[in-house]
T-cell receptor, first 110, second 120 residues
Protein backbone atom coordinates (compact mmCIF):
# COMPACT_ATOMS: atom_id res chain seq x y z
CA UNK A 1 0.00 0.00 0.00
CA UNK A 2 1.18 3.53 -0.77
CA UNK A 3 2.81 5.63 1.95
CA UNK A 4 1.11 8.78 3.22
CA UNK A 5 2.53 12.01 4.61
CA UNK A 6 0.61 14.24 7.00
CA UNK A 7 1.56 17.30 9.05
CA UNK A 8 2.36 16.44 12.64
CA UNK A 9 -0.09 18.89 14.16
CA UNK A 10 -2.67 21.52 13.33
CA UNK A 11 -4.75 24.00 15.29
CA UNK A 12 -8.28 25.13 14.55
CA UNK A 13 -10.68 27.54 16.19
CA UNK A 14 -14.02 26.17 17.29
CA UNK A 15 -16.71 26.72 14.67
CA UNK A 16 -14.24 27.11 11.83
CA UNK A 17 -13.52 24.57 9.14
CA UNK A 18 -10.61 22.22 9.75
CA UNK A 19 -8.77 21.21 6.59
CA UNK A 20 -6.39 18.30 7.08
CA UNK A 21 -4.06 17.53 4.16
CA UNK A 22 -2.55 14.20 3.19
CA UNK A 23 0.01 13.44 0.50
CA UNK A 24 -0.02 10.04 -1.17
CA UNK A 25 2.04 10.66 -4.29
CA UNK A 26 2.71 6.96 -4.97
CA UNK A 27 -0.94 5.93 -4.86
CA UNK A 28 -1.95 3.44 -7.53
CA UNK A 29 -5.16 3.28 -9.49
CA UNK A 30 -6.95 0.75 -7.32
CA UNK A 31 -6.02 2.19 -3.94
CA UNK A 32 -8.60 3.90 -1.77
CA UNK A 33 -7.95 6.76 0.65
CA UNK A 34 -9.33 6.18 4.15
CA UNK A 35 -9.55 8.57 7.07
CA UNK A 36 -9.83 7.54 10.70
CA UNK A 37 -9.49 9.50 13.89
CA UNK A 38 -8.55 8.53 17.41
CA UNK A 39 -9.69 10.50 20.40
CA UNK A 40 -7.41 10.10 23.39
CA UNK A 41 -7.53 6.62 24.95
CA UNK A 42 -10.22 5.35 22.59
CA UNK A 43 -10.23 3.04 19.59
CA UNK A 44 -10.00 4.56 16.09
CA UNK A 45 -13.20 5.83 14.53
CA UNK A 46 -13.92 5.58 10.81
CA UNK A 47 -14.63 8.94 9.16
CA UNK A 48 -14.78 8.57 5.41
CA UNK A 49 -13.11 6.97 2.42
CA UNK A 50 -12.97 7.44 -1.34
CA UNK A 51 -11.34 6.36 -4.58
CA UNK A 52 -11.30 9.39 -6.89
CA UNK A 53 -14.53 11.30 -6.50
CA UNK A 54 -15.10 13.73 -3.67
CA UNK A 55 -17.14 12.25 -0.87
CA UNK A 56 -19.29 13.74 1.87
CA UNK A 57 -21.05 12.22 4.85
CA UNK A 58 -22.46 13.45 8.12
CA UNK A 59 -19.01 13.76 9.65
CA UNK A 60 -16.80 15.23 6.97
CA UNK A 61 -15.95 15.82 3.33
CA UNK A 62 -13.07 14.24 1.45
CA UNK A 63 -11.55 16.10 -1.45
CA UNK A 64 -9.21 14.08 -3.67
CA UNK A 65 -7.11 15.88 -6.29
CA UNK A 66 -7.57 14.92 -9.90
CA UNK A 67 -4.18 13.20 -10.05
CA UNK A 68 -5.04 11.47 -6.74
CA UNK A 69 -1.66 12.32 -5.27
CA UNK A 70 -3.15 14.20 -2.36
CA UNK A 71 -6.38 14.63 -0.47
CA UNK A 72 -7.93 16.89 2.14
CA UNK A 73 -10.28 15.96 4.92
CA UNK A 74 -12.64 18.80 5.79
CA UNK A 75 -14.50 19.10 9.07
CA UNK A 76 -16.88 21.93 8.19
CA UNK A 77 -17.55 23.27 11.69
CA UNK A 78 -14.97 21.98 14.13
CA UNK A 79 -15.96 21.51 17.76
CA UNK A 80 -13.88 20.81 20.85
CA UNK A 81 -14.88 17.15 20.54
CA UNK A 82 -13.08 16.96 17.20
CA UNK A 83 -9.74 17.25 18.98
CA UNK A 84 -8.04 13.97 18.04
CA UNK A 85 -5.30 12.33 15.97
CA UNK A 86 -6.41 12.01 12.35
CA UNK A 87 -4.98 9.22 10.22
CA UNK A 88 -4.93 9.12 6.42
CA UNK A 89 -4.47 5.55 5.14
CA UNK A 90 -4.13 4.28 1.59
CA UNK A 91 -5.33 0.76 1.06
CA UNK A 92 -5.61 -1.64 -1.84
CA UNK A 93 -7.54 -4.59 -0.75
CA UNK A 94 -10.63 -5.08 1.33
CA UNK A 95 -10.09 -7.37 4.27
CA UNK A 96 -6.48 -6.50 4.88
CA UNK A 97 -5.24 -4.75 7.98
CA UNK A 98 -5.20 -0.98 8.24
CA UNK A 99 -1.65 0.26 8.66
CA UNK A 100 -1.44 3.47 10.66
CA UNK A 101 1.17 6.18 10.22
CA UNK A 102 1.80 8.95 12.69
CA UNK A 103 -1.25 11.01 11.74
CA UNK A 104 -2.07 14.65 12.41
CA UNK A 105 -2.92 15.84 15.90
CA UNK A 106 -5.76 18.33 15.51
CA UNK A 107 -6.33 20.66 18.43
CA UNK A 108 -9.60 22.59 18.41
CA UNK A 109 -9.77 25.49 20.84
CA UNK A 110 -12.47 27.95 21.85
CA UNK B 1 -23.81 0.63 13.06
CA UNK B 2 -21.45 -2.24 13.70
CA UNK B 3 -20.18 -2.48 17.26
CA UNK B 4 -17.05 -4.11 18.59
CA UNK B 5 -16.52 -4.52 22.31
CA UNK B 6 -13.43 -5.33 24.34
CA UNK B 7 -13.19 -6.73 27.82
CA UNK B 8 -11.75 -5.71 30.15
CA UNK B 9 -11.35 -2.02 29.39
CA UNK B 10 -8.57 -1.75 31.92
CA UNK B 11 -6.45 -4.34 33.73
CA UNK B 12 -3.59 -4.18 36.18
CA UNK B 13 -1.59 -7.33 36.83
CA UNK B 14 1.61 -8.46 38.48
CA UNK B 15 4.70 -9.29 36.49
CA UNK B 16 4.78 -12.94 35.45
CA UNK B 17 1.03 -13.44 35.29
CA UNK B 18 -1.07 -13.97 32.16
CA UNK B 19 -3.86 -11.69 31.02
CA UNK B 20 -6.66 -12.48 28.56
CA UNK B 21 -8.34 -9.75 26.52
CA UNK B 22 -11.59 -10.45 24.67
CA UNK B 23 -12.76 -8.82 21.46
CA UNK B 24 -16.36 -9.34 20.37
CA UNK B 25 -18.34 -8.27 17.34
CA UNK B 26 -21.80 -7.60 18.72
CA UNK B 27 -24.02 -7.35 15.66
CA UNK B 28 -22.08 -8.91 12.81
CA UNK B 29 -19.94 -11.91 12.04
CA UNK B 30 -16.25 -11.16 11.93
CA UNK B 31 -14.38 -13.44 9.56
CA UNK B 32 -11.16 -11.61 10.34
CA UNK B 33 -9.98 -9.78 13.42
CA UNK B 34 -6.85 -7.69 13.88
CA UNK B 35 -4.92 -6.93 17.05
CA UNK B 36 -2.93 -3.74 17.55
CA UNK B 37 -0.98 -2.25 20.42
CA UNK B 38 -0.23 1.36 21.04
CA UNK B 39 2.45 2.77 23.32
CA UNK B 40 2.09 6.29 24.76
CA UNK B 41 2.35 9.05 22.16
CA UNK B 42 2.83 6.51 19.37
CA UNK B 43 0.65 5.22 16.58
CA UNK B 44 -1.15 1.89 16.44
CA UNK B 45 1.11 -1.01 15.56
CA UNK B 46 -0.38 -4.13 14.00
CA UNK B 47 0.47 -7.25 15.99
CA UNK B 48 -1.43 -10.02 14.25
CA UNK B 49 -4.28 -11.00 11.97
CA UNK B 50 -6.61 -13.81 12.93
CA UNK B 51 -9.11 -15.62 10.76
CA UNK B 52 -11.89 -17.63 12.32
CA UNK B 53 -10.92 -21.25 12.73
CA UNK B 54 -7.28 -20.90 11.71
CA UNK B 55 -3.98 -19.88 13.24
CA UNK B 56 -3.16 -16.22 13.56
CA UNK B 57 -0.57 -14.54 11.37
CA UNK B 58 1.87 -12.48 13.40
CA UNK B 59 3.77 -9.42 12.28
CA UNK B 60 7.54 -9.47 12.31
CA UNK B 61 8.94 -8.99 15.78
CA UNK B 62 5.78 -10.10 17.61
CA UNK B 63 6.32 -13.27 19.64
CA UNK B 64 3.54 -15.71 18.92
CA UNK B 65 4.26 -17.73 22.07
CA UNK B 66 3.92 -14.64 24.22
CA UNK B 67 0.83 -13.17 22.57
CA UNK B 68 -1.58 -16.07 22.09
CA UNK B 69 -4.50 -15.35 19.80
CA UNK B 70 -7.58 -17.51 19.52
CA UNK B 71 -10.40 -16.81 17.07
CA UNK B 72 -12.68 -19.71 17.80
CA UNK B 73 -15.95 -18.19 16.65
CA UNK B 74 -17.19 -15.58 14.21
CA UNK B 75 -17.89 -13.14 17.03
CA UNK B 76 -15.03 -13.65 19.46
CA UNK B 77 -11.25 -13.36 19.38
CA UNK B 78 -9.02 -13.43 22.43
CA UNK B 79 -5.50 -12.17 23.02
CA UNK B 80 -3.62 -13.66 25.94
CA UNK B 81 -0.47 -11.94 27.09
CA UNK B 82 1.52 -14.69 28.76
CA UNK B 83 4.06 -14.06 31.51
CA UNK B 84 3.46 -10.34 31.27
CA UNK B 85 6.26 -7.92 32.07
CA UNK B 86 6.21 -4.15 32.61
CA UNK B 87 7.36 -3.57 29.01
CA UNK B 88 4.10 -5.23 27.85
CA UNK B 89 2.14 -2.38 29.43
CA UNK B 90 0.29 -0.81 26.53
CA UNK B 91 -3.07 -0.01 24.99
CA UNK B 92 -4.35 -3.07 23.09
CA UNK B 93 -6.95 -2.51 20.38
CA UNK B 94 -8.79 -4.99 18.20
CA UNK B 95 -10.66 -4.45 14.98
CA UNK B 96 -13.09 -6.78 13.26
CA UNK B 97 -13.98 -7.18 9.64
CA UNK B 98 -17.63 -7.66 8.73
CA UNK B 99 -17.64 -10.82 6.65
CA UNK B 100 -20.89 -9.86 4.96
CA UNK B 101 -19.44 -6.67 3.55
CA UNK B 102 -17.81 -7.12 0.20
CA UNK B 103 -15.42 -5.02 -1.80
CA UNK B 104 -14.15 -1.55 -1.03
CA UNK B 105 -17.37 0.38 -1.53
CA UNK B 106 -18.29 0.27 2.14
CA UNK B 107 -16.27 0.52 5.28
CA UNK B 108 -16.01 -2.98 6.60
CA UNK B 109 -13.65 -2.77 9.58
CA UNK B 110 -14.68 -1.65 13.02
CA UNK B 111 -12.53 -0.98 16.06
CA UNK B 112 -13.03 -1.84 19.68
CA UNK B 113 -12.59 0.74 22.45
CA UNK B 114 -9.25 -0.67 23.56
CA UNK B 115 -7.86 -2.32 26.70
CA UNK B 116 -5.33 -0.55 28.88
CA UNK B 117 -2.88 -3.10 30.33
CA UNK B 118 -0.59 -2.11 33.18
CA UNK B 119 1.95 -4.66 34.40
CA UNK B 120 3.48 -3.91 37.78
Amino acid sequence: DAKTTQPTSMDCAEGRAANLPCNHSTISGNEYVYWYRQIHSQGPQYIIHGLKNNETNEMASLIITEDRKSSTLILPHATLRDTAVYYCIVRTQAGTALIFGKGTTLSVSS
Amino acid sequence: GAVVSQHPSRVICKSGTSVKIECRSLDFQATTMFWYRQFPKQSLMLMATSNEGSKATYEQGVEKDKFLINHASLTLSTLTVTSAHPEDSSFYICSARDGASSGMGNNEQFFGPGTRLTVL
